[in-house]
C-alpha cells in the first residue's frame, strides 16, 4: 500500500471512533494517521497469494489469516497498522469474529511497494519488532520477485534468511507456522514489468 500525507492527530481512543466513519482506511502512528491509497495488481496478486497458502496450511489449526482490513495494535509504540497479511494464534482472536484488531501475531507479511519500502523496512519494522508474540517478518517485493523473512532467534534478535527468483528460488521457509512456500507459487500471476522500449512499440 502507498500513503496519502498525514492529515490528523489524535491519540488511540479518538482514532479508533474516528476510523470507524471513515470510507479510507488509515494507520496511526503516535498521534498521527496516513491515509492509505490502493496497491496496483501485482502488489494485491502476491498479498492474496500469501493469504490463501497461509490459510490452507493452517487450516484445522488454532491460527488465523488476516488480509489487510484488518488492524494490528503496537501497544508499545502506540500504533495501528493495517499489515497485508497478519497470522494469529491467540485464542481470543480466532473466537471473537467481531473483532477489528489483533495485537500478538507470530508472522507479519508487508508487500513492498516503491512508496512504502523504506518505512516497511525501517520505522514500520521498528514497530512490529516491540511485539513480543512476533516471530516472523516478511518483506516480499513483486517487481524485484525477492522474499526478505527476519526471524526472532533465541537471543531475541532478528535474522535475515532471503530468497531470489535468479539466485535463491527457494522454497522459502515460514519456521513460525512450519511452511515451506516454493517462489513460483509466491509470485504466481505477477505480471512482469515491461522494458521502456517495448512498452512504447505496443502503445504505437
Partial sequence: MSYAQSQHRFNADTYLVWEANQSERHEYFQGEVFAMAGGTQNHNTVALNAA????S????TPCRVFMSDMRLQVVAVDAYFYPDVVVSCQPR?????????VNAPVLVVEVLSDSTATWDRGGKFAAYRQLPS????VLIDPQAQTVELYRRNAAQRFELYAWDVRTNPGP????????QWPLEAVFEGVVADQPADTARADAA
Avoid: T
Fill in 172 to 179: 522459502c521457509e515460514f519456521a513460525s507456522v512450519g511452511m
Fill in 52 to 55: 490463501v497458502a497461509l490459510r
Fill in 93 to 101: 482472536a480466532a473466537a471473537d469474529g467481531q473483532a477489528s484488531s
Fill in 57 to 60: 496450511h493452517l487450516k484445522g
Fill in 134 to 137: 512476533l516471530q516472523e517478518y
